[in-house]
């Protein structure tokens, strides 16, 4: 069942993912309204370099803050701003969500970025720590992240996150889920994968006898399927010079005629 109501929770699954947090303050106290259900994470960047968190805690005289629930920085300091509603989504649509209602339903990350200037190893990496951590807390998969482009783009043209592969992002999301799924595992499962895992890799590595008669090779599973392809692949190379052959001699017993 998805978390319904405000993630109080945010700085504490954050900081549990192992990434550095700051608490702005009043950050608990800070929003739009409550949240109905949340669905997921729309991803975003600020379109500059250097914006500070304030600016996404208090917005602009047009558009009253916060932006986000997550401000993040380009070395990979995670600020948490808000944990009601900000306003970040606007209108637009997405499968799962209603249309032009996203800010009731999803948490907003406001990445310091210009949007054409890539992305740091630092900040990415936090990026992707950011939605797993939040993903993981809410039972949901990385089909639960959609760049603000995905979700604005056809009604308000937004390009956001920049330079950003979407379906790439949400790979790496994936990979740091099942990364983190190992250390989920008790001591005793932990132990037992990787007993599995060690025999798994002995079978691998273990030089079988030849079973032809006489021979002395050995070699591991790979290395006798490699060579059986090695093999196949120079009959094949036989077998055609041998067909050109015949249809030379065929060629010339016809021209004999």
């Given at each position: 069942?998805?978390?319904?109501?405000?993630?109080?929770?945010?700085?504490?699954?954050?900081?549990?993912?192992?990434?550095?947090?700051?608490?702005?303050?009043?950050?608990?106290?800070r929003?739009?309204?409550?949240?109905?259900?949340?669905?997921?994470?729309?991803?975003h960047?600020?379109?500059?370099?250097?914006?500070?968190?304030?600016?996404?805690?208090?917005?602009?005289?047009?558009?009253?803050?916060?932006?986000?629930?997550?401000?993040?920085?380009?070395d990979?300091?995670?600020?948490?701003?808000?944990?009601?509603?900000?306003?970040?989504?606007?209108?637009?649509?997405?499968?799962?969500?209603?249309?032009d209602?996203?800010?009731?339903?999803?948490?907003?990350?406001?990445?310091?970025?210009?949007g054409?200037?890539?992305?740091?190893?630092?900040?990415?990496?936090?990026?992707?720590?950011?939605?797993?951590?939040?993903?993981?807390?809410?039972g949901?998969?990385?089909?639960?992240?959609?760049?603000?482009?995905?979700?604005?783009?056809?009604k308000?043209?937004?390009?956001?996150?920049?330079?950003?592969?979407?379906?790439?992002?949400?790979?790496?999301?994936?990979?740091?889920?099942?990364?983190?799924?190992?250390m989920?595992?008790?001591?005793?499962?932990?132990?037992?994968?990787?007993?599995?895992?060690?025999?798994?890799?002995?079978?691998?590595?273990?030089?079988?006898?030849?079973?032809?008669?006489?021979?002395t090779?050995?070699?591991?599973?790979?290395?006798?399927?490699?060579?059986?392809?090695?093999?196949?692949?120079?009959?094949?190379?036989?077998?055609?010079?041998?067909?050109?052959?015949?249809?030379?001699?065929?060629?010339?017993a016809?021209?004999?005629?």
């Open positions: 069942m998805s978390w319904t109501g405000d993630p109080v929770w945010l700085a504490d699954v954050l900081r549990a993912e192992g990434l550095r947090v700051v608490e702005y303050p009043g950050w608990r106290d929003g739009h309204g409550d949240f109905g259900e949340v669905w997921g994470i729309i991803a960047h600020t379109g500059g370099t250097n914006t500070p968190p304030s600016e996404i805690a208090y917005g602009f005289p047009s558009l009253a803050g916060p932006l986000s629930q997550i401000h993040l920085a380009q990979g300091t995670v600020t948490v701003i808000a944990a009601g509603v900000a306003w970040h989504a606007g209108v637009g649509s997405w499968p799962g969500l209603p249309e209602n996203a800010n009731f339903h999803t948490i907003g990350i406001e990445a310091a970025n210009n054409t200037e890539g992305w740091s190893p630092a900040q990415y990496d936090a990026y992707v720590g950011c939605c797993a951590a939040i993903l993981r807390k809410l949901h998969g990385p089909d639960r992240v959609i760049g603000h482009k995905e979700w604005a783009g056809r308000q043209g937004k390009w956001d996150p920049g330079a950003m592969d979407m379906a790439k992002f949400r790979t790496d999301i994936a990979i740091r889920l099942k990364g983190n799924a190992l989920a595992l008790s001591d005793s499962e932990q132990r037992e994968l990787l007993d599995k895992l060690r025999k798994v890799h002995s079978e691998l590595t273990y030089g079988f006898q030849s079973r032809v008669a006489d021979s090779y050995r070699d591991t599973l790979v290395g006798y399927i490699l060579n059986s392809d090695a093999a196949d692949y120079r009959n094949e190379q036989r077998l055609r010079a041998v067909e050109l052959k015949l249809d030379r001699l065929l060629a010339t016809e021209e004999r005629r």
